[in-house]
């Protein structure tokens, strides 16, 4: 036993680990499938999207950032930005003050309230009432007390039925627009086969703790250049809840978002299968608020990928038909089964596979080079986001030794929704009242 | 140059009389002149008789302290030409059209959509089910698979939503149209014959040389308008001088005063100026509330002064005696809450 023990602490030592020198030309020169197809390809496919979009920006920065053009004669389009919120009172009011405050006139807002036990109408009224002034600017602002719990995607659906916008704008009630993005936004839109438009989400609450400055690092590498490659290859899988600017008509014909959790990946869903392009700008900044705690932020990447296997997999079923939606619906359908379901469990299975094959030992010796290949396409990872989009700050790049344990943390939460989800434990979630629940037919 | 001015003294004096003949007219007609609704009169109302046409006067009299303006009603005017003629409505926000419905908003629990009640078609077979426009499913029930979020205002030309309109006054004078926000406002009042106004009534001549414009009626108690001055003087005091002073408030049962020319005293007044200083004044807030002013007097002075007064006056169950001391403006606000009757005195 205690030969045991010195073997295997001698195998997780630091000198140990920090000889993967050895062991990492040793796998990338072998022809050893396992390593290849379930540890070094994944990290390619996250990361040349990723290396490309940099490419086309150091040669032509205006495809990946386009600037504003001088405007032109005809008028500004009408957007109406929709807010839905439950108990949002402390920050509602920012939400909508920064909303007519984004440096665009031609707007208006519209807070729905689903029923809180907050004094988030008052405080939504206080708001509106210190920003616009009397007469025809107070009624930018239009506030709708829902008498009746309803779930987020009816809620927002009031709220759009209520927008007179030709595009409408869904941000959260904890999201606040950046001073200058709307123009950014709309700016896609010149193009009329683009239905709708991803913000650039960025995390407002960064320096609240560790989990934050982390999840910044994640937001700047997954969401905005993760999201500005596949926007540019056409295949943008989500247009996020936080942020998405859409054209009006598209969602007053699609009568608004279905009932139940996803609502965002579900009208993404539909967009999609009706072929409307789907934009993404880096300069449409959107800051929001993401959890600080590891309880919260479990619970909320649960939700996540609970709501993924929902819609994507339960009600929007038949994307799976290759060729029926196009081809472009088809590498979405096959990029959601391949890096976001098969790789995860490939990998953990993989590790049992080592473990039996190879003996215990194996397993740390393989997560060691696996962190170092890691680190090093992350660090690359980072600088492009950095020059891209200015995120993550500079003082938070030492957090790149920590990232790779903060993903592994994250992995729990996520195989484990995806597994309850797949088998149907508690499928029902609170965000979602019983009498809506009871009638949602999806799942 | 005499001629002129023997000319504007007989004006001046013509004018006394017909403000005398008015007051004497409201006195007859028992000390009190309510407007009437005439929507031919400038602003909605006049006041009829006994006193025909007489606003201008009205007004200097109120102002000169022989009549009290208690208010009446406000007029909403035109702001562009004045007038009361408004045609008031909501409109719609988007397009400012007055043409609106007030329609109940329903929601499909299955799907989520949310339209008007006129959307959801009502099913042909009689059973009074609607058919949702979005998924085509009947409803039956509300509660269980439909709702009504309430009654929305939904403008039939352009088809905008929304559940608090705009309002909006057409003017039917001028045209001008303006938010109802933007509208000037005029105040109403009737007018109580004050005790001023019964003296000069009795007297049969304005009283602008006497003292009783600045007392009440043969006592050496100031009217509300002039006390109200010396406490913004003394206020402005602290501002200068940094030291506050006190005031003495007392409040008696109306049936506890003594109406004389119109005037509410209470019996107890005199031995209450007799514990005063010189420089101490007493003065009518309302008809039963009296401030005394304390100058250069803190409140402990002050708090002893009561109790003198309350041992000289001796048990006297209708009066309520409070001692505040004002070291900041805003503490002026409790006095001056008296007079409106806000709030009872500790």
Wanted: glycine share 8%.
């Amino acid at each position: 036993m205690s030969g045991f023990l010195h073997y295997f602490l001698s195998a997780i030592s630091p000198s140990e680990l920090l000889g993967f020198s050895r062991d990492l030309p040793e796998l990338m020169t072998s022809a050893f499938m396992p390593w290849w197809l379930m540890y070094v390809l994944p990290i390619v496919l996250w990361f040349f999207l990723a290396v490309g979009c940099w490419l086309v920006y150091l040669v032509k920065p205006a495809v990946i950032r386009p600037p504003l053009l001088a405007r032109g004669p005809q008028p500004e389009p009408f957007v109406s930005v929709v807010i839905a919120g439950r108990n949002e009172s402390a920050s509602i009011g920012e939400a909508i003050r920064a909303a007519l405050l984004c440096g665009y006139a031609n707007l208006e807002v519209i807070f729905v309230d689903d029923c809180s036990d907050d004094d988030s109408v008052v405080v939504a009224r206080r708001a509106a009432r210190s920003v616009t002034r009397y007469g025809s600017d107070a009624h930018r602002v239009r506030i709708f007390a829902s008498p009746r719990r309803n779930g987020k995607a009816s809620t927002l659906n009031i709220g759009i039925r209520m927008a007179r916008g030709e595009f409408i704008a869904i941000i959260d009630a904890d999201s606040t627009i950046q001073y200058g993005a709307m123009q950014h936004w709309l700016l896609q839109f010149s193009d009329p086969r683009v239905g709708a438009v991803a913000a650039n989400v960025r995390v407002l609450n960064s320096t609240a703790s560790l989990l934050t400055r982390l999840q910044e690092i994640e937001y700047a590498m997954q969401f905005t250049v993760g999201r500005l490659a596949t926007a540019r290859l056409g295949i943008l899988p989500i247009i996020p809840g936080p942020g998405g600017l859409f054209r009006g008509e598209i969602v007053r014909r699609l009568g608004g978002f279905d009932t139940g959790l996803g609502d965002d990946t579900d009208m993404t869903m539909k967009l999609r299968k009706q072929r409307w392009k789907l934009g993404m700008s880096v300069d449409a900044v959107v800051w929001t608020i993401v959890p600080v705690t590891p309880r919260h932020l479990w619970r909320q990447r649960m939700r996540w990928e609970r709501n993924m296997v929902k819609i994507r997999l339960s009600k929007h079923r038949d994307q799976f038909v290759l060729g029926r939606y196009g081809s472009a619906n088809a590498i979405v359908a096959l990029q959601l089964l391949i890096i976001r379901l098969a790789f995860p469990w490939a990998a953990v299975t993989g590790l049992f596979f080592f473990s039996f094959a190879y003996g215990p030992l194996s397993v740390p010796r393989l997560l060691k080079a696996y962190y170092w290949v890691y680190l090093a396409f992350l660090l690359i990872k980072m600088l492009i986001a950095r020059d891209i989009a200015g995120t993550p700050q500079p003082n938070h790049f030492w957090l790149l030794f920590v990232f790779p344990f903060y993903r592994l943390f994250l992995r729990v939460p996520v195989m484990y929704g995806q597994f309850c989800e797949l088998i149907r434990i508690g499928a029902k979630h609170p965000y979602v009242p019983d009498h809506i629940w009871q009638e949602i037919p999806w799942w | 140059m005499t001629t002129i001015k023997t000319q504007a003294a007989g004006l001046a004096a013509a004018a006394d009389e017909r403000r005398l003949d008015l007051l004497g007219r409201i006195a007859e007609a028992g000390g009190k002149v309510t407007p009437n609704a005439n929507p031919q009169a400038q602003h909605g109302y006049e006041h009829l008789a006994p006193c025909d046409g007489d606003e201008g006067d009205l007004l200097l009299l109120a102002r000169r302290d022989y009549l009290e303006q208690r208010f009446f009603d406000r007029v909403s005017l035109c702001p562009k030409c004045g007038s009361h003629h408004l045609n008031v409505r909501e409109i719609c926000p988007g397009c400012r059209g007055a043409h609106l419905a007030n329609e109940g908003l329903l929601h499909h629990f299955r799907c989520g959509y949310v339209g008007r009640q006129s959307e959801f078609a009502t099913a042909g077979d009689g059973d009074g089910s609607r058919v949702c426009p979005k998924c085509n499913r009947r409803l039956h029930h509300v509660g269980t698979e439909y709702d009504r979020l309430g009654k929305v205002f939904v403008c039939l030309e352009c088809g905008v939503i929304t559940e608090n309109p705009p309002v909006e006054a057409a003017c039917l004078a001028c045209g001008a149209r303006n938010l109802a926000e933007d509208l000037v406002s005029t105040d109403v009042f009737s007018y109580v014959l004050t005790s001023l106004g019964f003296a000069a009534v009795r007297r049969g001549s304005l009283l602008d040389t006497d003292d009783e414009l600045l007392f009440v009626s043969g006592a050496p108690v100031y009217r509300s308008t002039v006390i109200l001055e010396f406490l913004n003087q003394e206020v402005k005091r602290i501002h200068h001088f940094k030291n506050g002073f006190s005031v003495l408030l007392a409040k008696c049962a109306r049936e506890a005063t003594d109406n004389r020319d119109g005037a509410l005293l209470p019996p107890w007044l005199p031995r209450l100026r007799q514990c005063l200083r010189e420089v101490d004044l007493i003065g009518q807030l309302a008809d039963a509330v009296f401030v005394v002013i304390l100058p250069q007097t803190d409140k402990r002075a002050a708090e002893v002064l009561r109790q003198r007064v309350l041992a000289e006056i001796g048990p006297q169950l209708q009066l309520t005696l409070s001692a505040i001391e004002i070291t900041e403006p805003r503490h002026l606000a409790q006095v001056l809450a008296h007079r409106s009757g806000l709030s009872e005195p500790r």
